[in-house]
């Protein structure tokens, strides 16, 4: 897709990083160069390599090449600690790991050097920026070894591949208190956001400033792959602050952005809007499970896109299931997940698996070339989650109206989301159980008017133990990605629980949203 884009778009710019601007053409060259390293390198057909680095051009550069070769990248959040990044690595078998070490001031390799034992199949790293360490090879010593594979055998790896091959594991929150793996193909990936942009509308000569990360589906394939596909310049940016984030606006001509809510009610709030003209904006995408009313307004009547769109997918369907119309009004924007893409079929069953009518309430099932190849390494939660059928459970709870909109209501699985990131209480509770003074935790995600939902953990502490709220939040602080650390710690002298001893989530929100302003403020420490 990439280097029929370069024959395409050769002069339109396709990217602008800190300076840096790199037409269609320069990228076809830095994807050859890429992947002439990459199997110099020993990379191979089937190989995972992680990435674990911020949006940057070399990342996209990284797994161009990475995929060229014919493996597999494995993106990893950058909030994760040693032990999380040590699992997705032992998990995957991964061979390479890509990462940095001038990013924010945080020590990836530090981390790993911590992890006991070492991540077995783990035998190379490359330094995408930063500071190479003795053991490991910089961006540019990795491309000067490329030299020994020539173009023309880059060019016969790059025509080898085909739709159906693997090109990415992608980790998402379980309920089981580990992540997993979904494995995504080229051809779904592609087919998905060809379908996704024909409701969302992003054309060629747009510029899309991506803050989305690239390590999620938002901003890698939703973001600069899709970018790639229609001649739209990608303008990464690592890290959100809104005064920069109004200059790149400004200064760039962007004319898509994409975010959570948060990202536009940033911008909305900002005292500085005015100073920067911002009129380039046309389309808006924002991403959540619940979006209100009031921001869709706002943003319809304070800021110049004249579209504003939101949807709904899941990684395991390569996160590609339903968008909204660009016509749509504000109310069917923040309440409705739009229309399912072409290609995709779904059904709403209630327990028994019974299919039901339009208006009821029920599990979502999700079938067609998006839903994912499985779960890596995990054949048997591939089977739970996909039946014989091909449907996807998706375990959320959705209706769909009489002009076949969906609306998603709840969640059968037992996650929240906390700023667009999924996050399994049962991951977070297994780690604070590792905290010497508690004895029984269960984490339970609450309403928060900024990041949608956040964590709320009750603990039980162990016999003559004491302990503070905020003493517990920062030792998970250094065990946790910060987007997973309980906001609220409630010491509690029992857990609600059924007859069968299992903890009743449904009482302990029933509990936090008893608690006035004051108390939970004060809980959280």
């Not at 090109?167 to 087919?191: E, Y």
């Amino acid at each position: 897709m990439v280097r029929a884009s370069a024959r395409r778009f050769g002069s339109r710019e396709a990217i602008v990083d800190n300076g840096r601007r790199m037409t269609y053409a320069d990228l076809d060259a830095a994807l050859i160069a890429s992947a002439r390293a990459a199997m110099a390198a020993g990379i191979r057909p089937g190989d995972r390599v992680a990435i674990w680095a911020p949006n940057s051009a070399e990342y996209v550069f990284a797994v161009l090449g990475v995929l060229s070769a014919g493996a597999w990248i494995v993106p990893m959040n950058t909030r994760m600690k040693g032990a999380e990044a040590g699992y997705v690595l032992e998990k995957t078998g991964a061979t390479t790991l890509m990462t940095v070490t001038d990013f924010l001031g945080l020590d990836y390799l530090g981390m790993l050097k911590a992890v006991t034992p070492r991540p077995a199949a783990l035998d190379r790293m490359v330094i995408l920026s930063g500071e190479a360490p003795a053991g490991t090879a910089s961006w540019k010593h990795y491309l000067v070894g490329g030299r020994a594979v020539s173009e023309a055998e880059a060019e016969r790896s790059i025509a080898r591949l085909r739709p159906q091959d693997v090109c990415d594991v992608m980790f998402t929150s379980g309920t089981t208190g580990r992540p997993k793996g979904v494995m995504l193909t080229h051809g779904s990936s592609l087919r998905a956001f060809e379908a996704f942009n024909m409701g969302f509308g992003i054309r060629e000569g747009d510029r899309q400033l991506v803050l989305n990360p690239f390590f999620h589906c938002f901003g890698y394939k939703a973001g600069w792959m899709l970018s790639f596909m229609v001649g739209a310049t990608v303008v990464p940016m690592a890290v959100f602050d809104a005064g920069r984030l109004l200059e790149l606006v400004a200064a760039e001509r962007i004319s898509v952005l994409p975010g959570p809510p948060t990202l536009f009610t940033s911008i909305l709030d900002s005292p500085r809007r005015d100073d920067y003209d911002l009129g380039s904006l046309r389309l808006g995408f924002v991403g959540s499970s619940s979006v209100p009313v009031e921001l869709v307004q706002r943003i319809r009547r304070e800021l110049p896109f004249k579209v504003v769109c939101t949807g709904y997918g899941l990684t395991e369907a390569t996160a590609m299931v339903t968008v909204t119309a660009p016509d749509d009004p504000p109310e069917v924007v923040a309440n409705w997940a739009g229309k399912v893409c072409p290609g995709v079929s779904v059904r709403i069953v209630d327990a028994d698996g019974t299919e039901l009518a339009d208006g009821q309430e029920g599990e979502l099932l999700v079938r067609g070339f998006n839903v994912m190849r499985g779960y890596f390494g995990d054949p048997g939660a591939t089977s739970a989650a996909v039946d014989a059928g091909g449907w996807l459970h998706t375990g959320d709870i959705a209706v769909r109206n009489s002009d076949g909109y969906l609306k998603i209501t709840g969640r059968t699985k037992d996650i929240y989301i906390t700023g667009g990131f999924n996050v399994a209480p049962a991951e977070v509770e297994n780690a604070l159980l590792g905290f010497p003074a508690i004895s029984q935790v269960s984490v339970i995600g609450v309403p928060d008017h900024r990041l949608g939902e956040v964590g709320a953990a009750f603990v039980i502490l162990r016999p003559g133990e004491t302990v503070t709220p905020g003493e517990v939040i920062e030792w998970a602080r250094e065990r946790l990605a910060n987007f997973k650390v309980p906001r609220y710690v409630l010491v509690t002298s029992e857990l609600p629980l059924n007859a069968s001893g299992k903890v009743l989530k449904h009482v302990l929100r029933e509990r936090f949203a008893a608690l006035d302003h004051d108390t939970v403020t004060q809980a959280a420490g």
